[in-house]
């Protein structure tokens, strides 16, 4: 498509995502409700062209990003046209389109303005990433968050391994790893949101901002009362089992326990790629002891850029939403299979493929 946002600024829209200005706020708005709003390169495009000229257009003050719909604000990035290009050999379009939705992560991260993020409903994988580094982070009692990627033969990335090695604990392996779905409470207490604010005050609050311009007023529409999050409440537990130094020994320790919570877990992480499980851990722990979203990115790029030819996203994406059968046929039966020297090499450098990101502050 053309340009997102045109010289003067006024609404232009595609399909999939409306861009425009209304007094002085940049909305952009995904418009996929019946695919779950899942965020295609295009998309990515569009949000990043109308960022980078919103950042130096002294008449937009904040950001608000949305979606239509009440089921989902972005269940993730377009898999399945990753699938098809799969398996028409086609590895680069998809090398292209991680390139260019990880730079957009960064720039969120770094962006300039404030960055308002509802996240009314499902939200996940690259959903997690076009929200939840932005500043102002909004979610509501329809809000579930998770980063399911090791159940389809991928990992948590959009620069999500930046975010789980800021929650608190050992929690981000635990979401890593199992794939968690987490109401508002917990995303809260996890760090991937700021305020809650319930879904019928949410066009209020939409309009009180056009009006006014002034990001302060999210924190008058901030509701306290909330129940009590279920991942803090077993914080200590999370923690017990998910520090151990290895994910073999996180799978023992979670074995022994009865707890319901547990149990589950085990059963999440089991059905998960071997693979996948055990680079999500090592950069987990990667994103703790060397910080940064742009390390983050450029790590989860080395092993998505090799992951249609050596891992198992084809199968795992076959499994769930294309034979929907449930019964993933991994490269290797379990995590003590997985050989060290596709893990090392995994885990080197790209040469002249990385991501190239670009300072929203430059």
């Not at 939705?101 to 404030?114: F, G, T, V």
Request: glycine share 8%; aromatic share 6%; with cysteine.
């Amino acid at each position: 498509m053309g340009s997102p946002v045109d010289q003067e600024g006024m609404e232009t829209s595609s399909a999939d995502v409306s861009v425009r200005v209304e007094g002085r706020v940049g909305r952009l708005t995904l418009c996929r409700a019946h695919a779950l709003n899942a965020l295609s390169h295009e998309m990515a495009l569009a949000i990043e062209a109308a960022l980078l000229k919103w950042q130096t257009d002294d008449a937009v003050s904040l950001v608000l990003i949305d979606a239509v719909g009440e089921k989902a604000f972005c269940a993730g990035g377009d898999i399945t046209v990753l699938y098809n290009q799969g398996l028409a050999g086609d590895i680069e379009s998809g090398r292209q389109f991680w390139r260019d939705e990880y730079r957009l992560n960064a720039l969120i991260d770094a962006y300039s303005k404030p960055y308002v993020a509802v996240m009314d409903g499902i939200t996940m994988g690259g959903g997690i990433g076009i929200s939840a580094h932005g500043s102002h982070r909004i979610v509501t009692e329809r809000s579930k968050l998770a980063l399911p990627e090791c159940s389809i033969g991928l990992v948590p990335d959009v620069g999500s391994t930046h975010l789980l090695a800021q929650a608190p604990g050992y929690l981000g392996e635990y979401l890593a790893l199992t794939g968690e779905r987490i109401d508002a409470s917990d995303a809260l207490f996890a760090g991937f949101a700021d305020y809650y604010v319930p879904a019928e005050r949410l066009q209020t609050l939409k309009s009180a901002l056009v009006e006014s311009g002034d990001i302060n007023i999210i924190n008058t529409f901030h509701e306290s009362t909330l129940t009590s999050s279920a991942l803090e409440m077993r914080a200590h537990l999370i923690n017990d089992v998910f520090s151990a130094d290895t994910l073999s020994a996180v799978l023992e320790n979670l074995s022994h326990l009865e707890q319901e919570w547990a149990v589950s877990a085990f059963k999440k992480i089991g059905y998960s790629s071997p693979l996948s499980l055990t680079l999500a851990f090592d950069l987990v722990r990667a994103a703790r002891s060397t910080p940064g979203i742009e390390q983050a990115l450029t790590r989860e790029y080395r092993f998505v850029s090799r992951a249609m030819a050596s891992a198992d996203i084809l199968e795992g994406i076959r499994a769930a939403l294309i034979d929907r059968d449930r019964k993933p046929s991994w490269k290797h039966a379990s995590i003590g299979e997985v050989p060290q020297a596709l893990i090392d090499q995994l885990k080197q450098k790209v040469p002249g493929d990385s991501p190239v990101f670009k300072s929203s502050k430059g």
